[in-house]
T-cell receptor, first 114, second 115 residues
Framework: KAGVTQTPRYLIKTRGQQVTLSCSPI?????VSWYQQTPGQGLQFLFEYFSETQRNKGNFPGRFSGRQFSNSRSEMNVSTLELGDSALYLCASSLNRPDVHEQYFGPGTRLTVT | AQSVTQLDSHVSVSEGTPVLLRCNYS??????LFWYVQHPNKGLQLLLK??????LVKGINGFEAEFKKSETSFHLTKPSAHMSDAAEYFC?????????????FGRGTSLIVHP
């Protein structure tokens, strides 16, 4: 079974631009979560989507948004990029069942904002 | 509310010696607990999980963890460290929030393995 895939793997953007990151979950997984990882703040939860609906949201500004499609693929968008948005963005998928709800992570997208 | 504390930000061992990475948790419900490993510039890989079955959980690469409810701990151990074990390790707790399982991650423990 193929794992979680994320594209692109690396991105360099300029402050003020916007960016869209993509995530394809493991087949059959309907829950997709996004995280931001930085050396200073560690792993921070951005949001979770399940069946095309945002179910949970972390404490990030409205510049960070996402969506999920009917095939469970998900995108996240960051508008008006700031230098502090430079980070590794991780996507994770899960079956989200009471007996099986561990998350499986993709390799991440490394975003650099200059 | 749930939280997790990894008691050491760095652990340094020699190759062939035992590894102990400590984790304490707090959860309002019967928690699920996980350990993940992250090698440089990679995503997180699930090492093992506890979901209210056996308290001693065996994972991949020779790692295991013991759930101790009385101590609210879930420490990760390995009898003999290998150079390839050098990585960042995350302890994770999750319980139900509105029907979903949103995990809380510890800050991570960096395992350094000396030859």
């Amino acid at each position: 079974k193929a794992g979680v895939t994320q594209t692109p793997r690396y991105l360099i953007k300029t402050r003020g631009q916007q960016v869209t990151l993509s995530c394809s979950p493991i087949s059959g997984h309907r829950s997709v979560s996004w995280y931001q990882q930085t050396p200073g703040q560690g792993l921070q939860f951005l949001f979770e989507y399940f069946s095309e609906t945002q179910r949970n949201k972390g404490n990030f500004p409205g510049r960070f948004s996402g969506r999920q499609f009917s095939n469970s693929r998900s995108e996240m968008n960051v508008s008006t990029l700031e230098l502090g948005d430079s980070a590794l963005y991780l996507c994770a998928s899960s079956l989200n069942r009471p007996d099986v709800h561990e998350q499986y992570f993709g390799p991440g997208t490394r975003l650099t904002v200059t | 509310a749930q939280s997790v504390t990894q008691l050491d930000s760095h652990v340094s061992v020699s190759e062939g010696t035992p590894v102990l990475l400590r984790c304490n948790y707090s959860s309002s419900y019967s928690p699920s607990l996980f350990w993940y490993v992250q090698h440089p510039n990679k995503g997180l890989q699930l090492l093992l999980k506890y979901t209210s079955a056996a308290t001693l959980v065996k994972g991949i690469n020779g790692f295991e963890a013991e759930f101790k409810k009385s101590e609210t701990s879930f420490h990760l151990t390995k009898p003999s460290a290998h150079m390839s074990d050098a990585a960042e390790y995350f302890c994770v707790v999750s319980d139900t929030t509105g029907g979903s399982y949103i995990p809380t991650f510890g800050r991570g423990t960096s395992l350094i393995v000396h030859p």
